[in-house]
Nanobody, 118 residues
């Protein structure tokens, strides 16, 4: 499985941005997907997850602002980020695993940088 993330950029606080993660080698409906982020000097943190069923979960810090979705026809998942804050600045990574029973994500994209200016 290969994951290709894109969509990062420089925006102002309050703006919106949509990240994409295109998967190859396996259909996204057969994968548990997630977005993580890592800010400079900080540990990587979970942002949002998408179960095979389509159910999404979110970190408290982004709940109500971010939406995780998928387009099965395009084999791509998206992270719609609204009301962005400077503290959302980080490199965002999409990740995948084949089973919800796996603790760790097996497949990782290359990361896309999101910078939110105040």
């Amino acid at each position: 499985v290969q994951l290709q993330a894109s969509g990062g950029g420089l925006v102002q606080a309050g703006d919106s941005l949509r990240l994409s993660c295109a998967a190859s080698g396996r259909t996204v409906i057969t994968l548990v997907m997630a977005w993580f982020r890592q800010a400079p000097g900080k540990e990587r943190e979970f942002v949002a997850g998408l179960r095979k069923s389509g159910t999404s979960t979110y970190a408290d810090s982004v709940k109500g602002r971010f939406t995780f979705s998928r387009d099965i026809a395009k084999n791509t998942v998206y992270l719609q980020m609204n009301s962005l804050k400077p503290e959302d600045t980080a490199t965002y990574y999409c990740a995948a695993k084949v089973s919800e029973y796996f603790a760790d994500y097996t497949y990782w994209g290359q990361g896309t940088l999101v910078t939110v200016s105040s």
